[in-house]
C-alpha cells in the first residue's frame, strides 16, 4: 500500500517561510512527477508547483518568485520551500505523486494523495 505523509505546515506571520516535506512510502516500482496542491476554504483545490523525475519545474503565477519545489529521489521525498508568505496563501496543502506500482497484469500509474497539511499565514 503506498502512502504520502505530509508535514511542515503550521502558523506563520505574513513575510515569513514554512517548508513543506512529502514522503512516499509503501510497495511500488517508481514515482514519475510529483507536485503540491493547495485548497483554501470555499474555494476549489489549485495547483501550486510540481517537479518531474527529471527535476523539471513549473509554478502558479501567484507563488513565482516566492515557492521553490525540490525532491529528493533517494529519499521518495518532495519538498515545498515557501518565502515571503501572505494572507492569501492560508489553505490545505496537499501532496500529489504518480506513482508506479506491481499489478495484476503487469504495471500502473496511479495518482496518489497526501493528507493534507494547513498552512495559516497571519498579518
Known amino acids: 500500500q503506498v502512502q504520502l505523509v505530509e508535514s511542515g505546515g503550521g502558523l506563520v506571520q505574513a513575510g515569513g517561510s514554512l517548508r513543506l516535506s512529502c514522503a512516499a512510502s509503501?510497495?511500488?516500482?517508481?514515482?514519475?512527477?510529483m507536485g503540491w496542491y493547495r485548497q483554501a476554504p470555499g474555494k476549489q483545490r489549485e495547483l501550486v508547483a510540481t517537479i518531474t523525475s527529471g527535476g523539471i519545474t513549473n509554478y502558479a503565477e501567484s507563488v513565482k518568485g516566492r515557492v521553490t519545489i525540490s525532491r529528493d529521489n533517494a529519499k521518495n521525498t518532495v519538498y515545498l520551500q515557501m518565502n515571503s508568505l501572505k494572507r492569501e496563501d492560508t489553505a490545505v496543502y496537499y501532496c500529489?505523486?504518480?506513482?508506479?506500482?506491481?499489478?495484476?497484469?503487469?504495471?500502473?500509474?496511479?495518482?496518489?494523495w497526501g493528507q493534507g497539511t494547513q498552512v495559516t499565514v497571519s498579518s
Open positions: 500529489n505523486a504518480r506513482i508506479t506500482t506491481r499489478q495484476t497484469m503487469g504495471y500502473g500509474v496511479t495518482a496518489y
Open positions: 509503501g510497495s511500488f516500482f517508481s514515482i514519475g512527477a
